[in-house]
């Protein structure tokens, strides 16, 4: 009985390892803030109808054909940081000129990086990740997780696999 037991504790740590592994992002927490997030960008006018737009230029893949970027500070949940807002343009037609005479047209997606408190994941610089539709919704992987928090924290591919790579330590492309 005391070795069954046993087994299926370690079982079920072994699966709520995995599931962690998992669910270093998409979780209902990193959900729930990444909608304040996008609120608080929308007051700022990083995002939305009334956004500041900065000049587009060529992008790179996973973002995007055209890029734009914004970094500036807001506040989530009564912590202010620092907010890299970088908009992703394509579709048929897609072009710098384009997106700086109809950015709406060809936004197809919004990537955000925001400095979170300290502690938050310090391994990472304590970023948050997301990444939303135009709409202001979030965006799925291919196992339809929403991508939002420590985004592919731990995994060869993803937000935080790439990053690591930036120049300087600070997980930040574009200085």
């Not at 991508?147 to 600070?170: M, N, Q, Y």
Request: overall charge positive; proline content about 3%; some cysteine.
């Amino acid at each position: 009985m005391k070795k069954t037991t046993l087994i299926a504790a370690i079982g079920l740590s072994i699966s709520m390892s995995a599931a962690a592994g998992e669910m270093a992002f998409s979780g209902p927490d990193s959900v729930s803030y990444a909608k304040d997030l996008w609120s608080a960008l929308g007051a700022a006018k990083l995002v939305g109808s009334s956004a500041d737009n900065s000049a587009p230029y060529k992008g790179v893949h996973p973002h995007g054909a055209v890029l734009t970027n914004a970094t500036s500070s807001v506040t989530v949940s009564g912590h202010t940081g620092t907010v890299i807002v970088k908009k992703n343009f394509g579709g048929e037609g897609v072009s710098t000129d384009a997106v700086a005479k109809e950015p709406a047209k060809y936004l197809k997606a919004v990537t955000v990086m925001f400095q979170r408190e300290d502690g938050y994941d310090a391994d990472n610089q304590n970023w948050f990740w997301a990444k939303y539709k135009a709409d202001g919704s979030l965006q799925v992987n291919e196992k339809n997780m929403m991508l939002a928090g420590r985004v592919a924290k731990g995994k060869s591919k993803g937000c935080i696999a790439c990053h690591t790579a930036a120049p300087g330590g600070d997980m930040i492309f574009t200085n």
